[in-house]
């Protein structure tokens, strides 16, 4: 077991759509470990493969609910049902120092496979509807800040470029 770099930012991974994982082995399920151990680490609630650099898809989670640990896993999934709106700050953990409000759907239904394979429907409301969101989307090659308003999202572009040409990103 051990941490794994967080892609950040420019990476070309993140903005692929990942693969569907074809099968759960033994191989998945150590990665699934590392990435709950890097996430917790960071920290953070959420965690796709393509930011740990494997474009497949399948993300952890972690909202932490009343402090406790309840790590989840989703393998291929689908958002099946969106109601409601949230006006929200966001951030991820491969957009360091950045967080910004965005519009997501309060409530969401997702269907998934959990780390055993079996099929898992997961009603989630505010932070976990959120954090769905935010997972699904970097499964699909989408980040956070692409929800945002033209003129912000050009405006965090250009604070990123500025940062990581001082080596602060
Ligand atoms: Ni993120």
Redo the contacts with the bound molecule.
């Keep these: 077991m051990s941490l794994m770099p967080i892609v950040k930012y420019g990476d070309a991974v993140l903005r692929k759509k990942t693969a569907a994982v074809p099968q759960i082995d033994d191989e998945l399920l150590h990665t699934i470990g590392d990435m709950l151990r890097t996430m917790y680490a960071a920290p953070g609630i959420?965690l796709?493969a393509n930011?740990v650099g494997l474009s497949k898809c399948f993300a952890v989670i972690d909202i932490q609910p009343g402090g406790q640990r309840h790590p989840m896993v989703i393998i291929n999934p689908v958002i099946e049902e969106r109601s409601g709106t949230i006006f929200e700050e966001e951030g991820?953990?491969?957009i360091p120092g950045f967080a910004n409000k965005i519009k997501r759907a309060a409530k969401v239904r997702v269907r998934a496979l959990n780390e055993h394979g079996l099929p898992v429907v997961i009603e989630g409301e505010g932070l976990m509807a959120r954090c769905l969101q935010?997972?699904i989307d970097?499964l699909n090659g989408k980040?956070?800040i692409d929800h945002l308003p033209l003129v912000s999202r050009l405006r965090v572009k250009r604070d990123i470029e500025r940062r990581r040409k001082q080596g602060l990103f």
Excluded: I, K, R
Aim: contains cysteine; negative net charge.
């Design positions: 959420g796709a930011q991820c953990l491969s935010h997972e970097h980040l956070y």
